[in-house]
Each structure stands twice: as C-alpha cells, then as structure tokens.
C-alpha cells in the first residue's frame, strides 16, 4: 500500500520570539528570515511575570499586539504593500488592554503620568464598558470622551473636573492612541481629526513667586532647619530646582577667574547647564570645609521632606501664599525678567530648551507692570 506524502508546513517568513531579560521580564522581537537573509525587529513590547490576573490580562493585551504587528510584516514582505486591512477573524485589540499595556510601558520608563492612564481606564470603563476595541475608536469615540469628561464624570461628588485634571485624562488616552500608531496597531490618532477648539488644553498654570519684601521676610526669620532655609535662599539667587540641589556636589562648583560657576546636569531634562553664581547666591551656599569633590554641597533631607519643613517657616514670616520649594525657582525667573534680565538670558539661567517655557514669567512681569502704572488711580481726582 502506497504511503500518503506527508504535507510539509510552510514555514513562516517571520517568526515572533522572546527574549529572557535580567529583570525577569521577556522582551518581544521578530525573527524576519527572506531571501537567504536574516534580521531582527526588536518591538519594545515586554510580557512581563504573570503574578496576578492585571499582570495575565497585560500579556494577553500584548501578546495580541505583538502578533498584530508580526501578521502586518507578513502581509507587506508577501504583498509588496502595507495597509491591508486586517481579517474579519483577526483577534480584536481591546481598547482598555491596550491601555493597561501603555501604562506599563510608562511605568519602565520612569513616567509619572501612568497614574493618570489608570483613572482614565476607569473613566471609559465607567462610561462605555470593557468590550470597546481599538479598531472602533474613531473621532466620534474621542470627542464623546472629551464631552464626557467636561460635563458628565463627576468624581467625589464635584460638579466638575478642574480644568487640569480633565486635561490630563484627556492626554492620557491621546497618548495611548499615539502608541498604538507607533505599535501599527492602528493607522491614525483619531484626535488628529478633531479640531483644535474643541480639545481639551492644559490650562495656564499659576506661578506663585515671592516678591523682593516677601524674601527679606524669609531671610529675616528663623528657621530650625537652618540648612533647608539656605538651599531654598540660594534656588531664589540662582534657580535651580530642589532635584538639582539635593544632588549637588563640590565637584559641580568651580572657579572661573573670579566668578563661580555651576555645571549641573539637571536631574529633570538630564541637559547640561553652566551657571554663574551672584555674590547673593554665594551667601547662602555652605563653606567646603575639608569636604571632597563628591560630598554634597548641602546636606538636606528628600524632597518631600523640605517641602513639609518650609511651610511652618513661611507662615512664621507673614508668608500666606501656596509656599513651596518650586516657589524659589519662580522667585529667580521673576526677579531677573523684573530687574531687566532678558528673555533669551532668563531662559538660559533656567536651563529651558524652549524659550516659550519662559514666556509665563514676562507674562507675569507685565502683569505686576499694568498693576505699577495703575497704582496713581484715583490720586489726582
């Protein structure tokens, strides 16, 4: 009896693999072998360990994903083409899984709007249910969220979202939505199509700053910290925000003839910035001593911490503003426009990369201009 041929699989021309990593997380990369030639397509897509039903559901989210991408290569090295639509019995990306699996992402990367991610997850839940998939998120979906957070999600029993908070919630899924464009997940952002009137934009946020008195006030009363007060004196006289100041060291002081300078990688922007030091600055920086070049220039507790030891000292100067650190900062930026400074220079005292973030402050300056001229009303009548 004659034996039946075996029927030979065709093997794929792309094949999605894994990669162990050292933080026990697998990394998803495409294996492309075509025409006698082999590459490789790493996709930034991890599946993580799977110690919950969250952590199950995100890989599922991803693993779906990563096979959306590897069929879409298959379909463009076989066709010479890209943009075919995908197959009728082609798994569906869920919109929230998606989601769930963006905010992981930012997790890794040290990005703190992941939190805001969540609560926008909770929010479509809320309003639309699980069952949504990417594919049906079109400017319709989009411009009913952005209406739903501007009038109907009332959390905590306000009335309304604070212009700010729908903002972020709003960003958190245009986010997404950019990411699932880089992922090929989808073809475009449909927020691409919304006009700019109807988004929700980032309010312009309040700069609260001390004025000259108000820093004589400072410098005039005790605090029991007395090392805190200086760092937040010496961020009035040179700027720099509290991140920087915790992790300034000797070594980032030097001397250039008789001026001393700073250079810092600031530990927001990691850029580089060569800052001059005014004698004013210079009093309220620490003598050395016999300190090394890698001590640091003060000694001061986190961040969080000088930010709970500041407010009693503030209140005990007659200070009643929002009184943060970030206050001396604005303190800096306003006084220099104030004294003549000009824009160009402010913003590079800052270490901004665009001057435009400098703008604020002239806008603020200009505001206490219009409150100085009007201050003669009503003196000659």
């Given at each position: 009896?004659a034996?039946n041929k ?6 794929e021309?792309?094949r ?9 997380n697998?990394s998803?990369y495409l294996d492309?072998?075509?025409d006698?030639?082999?590459s490789?397509?790493y996709?930034?897509?991890y599946i993580?360990p799977?110690?919950?039903e969250?952590?199950r559901?995100?890989n599922?989210a991803t693993?779906?994903a ?5 069929a879409?290569?298959?379909i463009?090295?076989?066709n010479?083409?890209a943009?075919?639509k995908?197959a009728k019995?082609e798994?569906?990306?869920l919109?929230?899984d998606?989601?769930n699996?963006y905010m ?5 990367r040290g990005?703190?709007d ?10 479509i839940?809320e309003w639309v249910g699980e069952?949504?998939?990417l ?5 319709a979906f989009c ?5 739903y957070?501007?009038t ?7 009335d309304?979202l ?6 972020n919630?709003?960003r958190a899924l ?6 699932a464009v880089?992922?090929d997940?989808?073809?475009v952002?449909?927020y691409?199509r919304i006009s ?9 946020s309040?700069?609260e700053?001390m004025?000259?008195?108000e820093?004589?006030q ?15 004196l010496f961020s009035?006289?040179c700027?720099?925000?509290i ?10 002081v030097y001397?250039?003839g008789a001026?001393t300078r ?5 530990q ?13 600055a210079?009093r309220?920086?620490p ?10 220039v003060f000694d ?5 911490a ?6 009693p000292w ?6 009643n503003?929002?009184f943060?650190?970030?206050t ?13 400074a ?5 913003s590079?005292?800052?270490g901004?990369t665009d ?6 402050y ?5 505001r206490k201009?219009?409150e100085?001229?009007n201050?003669v009303n009503?003196l000659?009548d």
């Amino acid at each position: 009896m004659a034996r039946n041929k075996k029927t030979t699989k065709a093997k794929e021309p792309i094949r999605l693999r894994m990669k162990d990593l050292s933080n026990g997380n697998k990394s998803l990369y495409l294996d492309i072998y075509r025409d006698g030639k082999r590459s490789y397509e790493y996709l930034k897509m991890y599946i993580v360990p799977e110690t919950d039903e969250n952590s199950r559901r995100q890989n599922q989210a991803t693993l779906v994903a990563a096979n959306k991408i590897k069929a879409d290569r298959i379909i463009e090295l076989t066709n010479g083409e890209a943009g075919i639509k995908q197959a009728k019995d082609e798994p569906k990306v869920l919109l929230l899984d998606w989601m769930n699996t963006y905010m992981e992402n930012q997790k890794k990367r040290g990005k703190k709007d992941w939190r805001q991610i969540l609560v926008a997850m909770k929010i479509i839940r809320e309003w639309v249910g699980e069952k949504t998939t990417l594919d049906q998120v079109d400017r319709a979906f989009c411009q009913g969220y952005i209406d739903y957070l501007r009038t109907d999600y009332h959390p905590r029993h306000v009335d309304h979202l604070a212009a700010n908070t729908a903002h972020n919630y709003y960003r958190a899924l245009n986010g997404a939505l950019n990411a699932a464009v880089r992922e090929d997940l989808i073809k475009v952002n449909p927020y691409t199509r919304i006009s700019s009137a109807d988004k929700i934009k980032k309010p312009e946020s309040k700069r609260e700053y001390m004025t000259v008195d108000e820093v004589r006030q400072l410098i005039a009363t005790p605090m029991q910290n007395e090392a805190v007060k200086a760092a937040y004196l010496f961020s009035c006289f040179c700027g720099l925000r509290i991140s920087d100041i915790i992790a300034l060291k000797w070594e980032n002081v030097y001397q250039d003839g008789a001026q001393t300078r700073l250079e810092v990688v600031m530990q927001k922007t990691k850029a580089p910035i060569y800052l001059p030091l005014s004698p004013e600055a210079l009093r309220w920086m620490p003598e050395r001593g016999n300190k090394s070049s890698q001590d640091n220039v003060f000694d001061l507790p986190s961040a969080a911490a000088v930010n709970v030891l500041i407010k009693p000292w503030a209140k005990a100067a007659g200070i009643n503003k929002h009184f943060t650190f970030h206050t001396a900062r604005h303190t800096f930026a306003t006084m220099m426009l104030t004294l003549g400074a000009d824009l160009y220079t402010t913003s590079k005292l800052l270490g901004h990369t665009d001057v435009r973030m400098t703008q604020v402050y002239a806008k603020i300056v200009n505001r206490k201009k219009d409150e100085a001229v009007n201050l003669v009303n009503g003196l000659f009548d």
